[in-house]
């Protein structure tokens, strides 16, 4: 089963102020689990970049001056997403700003329904708790050290880590069912042995029959 786990960076937190993806990150999952594939796109938004946008991911516009623009990379985009599922953290707002670049594209938007939200899932599995992603890494005992400032592949890797925990850690489907199948597939291909045969030799009736011999009155003497 493939998903990808997907984040962006922004200049802002609104697409209909003329606010832009400058950043996305996408980790590939198999089973729930990272492979090896992971796509990193910065993108030129042909703005400038606010003051508390720039404290939050640490990209600037001299950075992404020479960077391509969306519509420049919008085929490798979706073409790697394919059509499989999405993990987002708070996927409404990654959407929102991801459709609106392909809107100004005539590009067919994202439904919001494609994306597992995993806000949702820790608000589910643990009521009440904080449910961001630093908060989830720290509950799951998984490395932040690396997260000075926010960044769309690296919060990807972390998701994907918080993601696996969330559907039941690396064995999520150690249930009997899943028991009774891997023996099922493990037996598939044995080769049937002739049963072995039970009955006593003439020997052993002997010597059992002897040893009745010495039993006074034993009930099971034939």
């Known amino acids: ?8 960076e922004t200049t802002g937190l609104d697409p209909a102020a003329g606010h832009r993806v400058i950043e996305i990150g996408c980790v590939e999952l198999e089973n729930h689990i990272a492979t090896e594939r992971s ?11 606010p003051e508390e946008s720039f ?4 990209i600037s516009a001299e950075f992404l001056a020479d960077k391509p623009r969306f519509p420049e990379v919008a085929k490798a ?3 790697f997403i394919g059509e499989d599922t999405l993990v987002i953290h708070n996927a409404e707002f990654d959407i929102k700003f991801l459709n609106a670049e ?3 594209c005539d590009l067919a938007p994202i439904p919001l329904d494609r994306a597992v939200d995993t806000v949702k899932l820790a608000r589910q599995r643990f009521p009440g708790a904080q449910a961001s992603l630093d908060a989830l890494c720290r509950r799951f ?3 932040l050290s690396a997260r000075e400032l926010h960044g769309a592949l690296l919060d990807c890797r972390l998701l994907a880590e918080v993601y696996l925990e969330l559907r039941g850690g690396r064995q999520p489907d150690f249930t009997l069912e899943a028991i009774a199948a891997r023996k099922a597939e493990a037996t598939r291909d044995r080769v049937a042995r002739p049963p072995r045969p039970h009955f006593a030799s003439e020997d052993e009736q002997r010597a059992h029959q002897a040893m009745l011999e010495r039993l006074k009155d034993p009930v099971w003497r034939a």
């Open 102 to 104: 392909l809107a100004r």
């Open 55 to 58: 404290r939050v991911h640490g």
């Open 141 to 143: 005992e998984i490395d």
């Open 77 to 79: 985009f979706l073409e």
């Open 39 to 49: 796509l990193q796109l910065y993108l030129n938004p042909d703005r400038d970049i």
């Open 1 to 8: 089963m493939r998903e990808v786990v997907l984040d962006t």
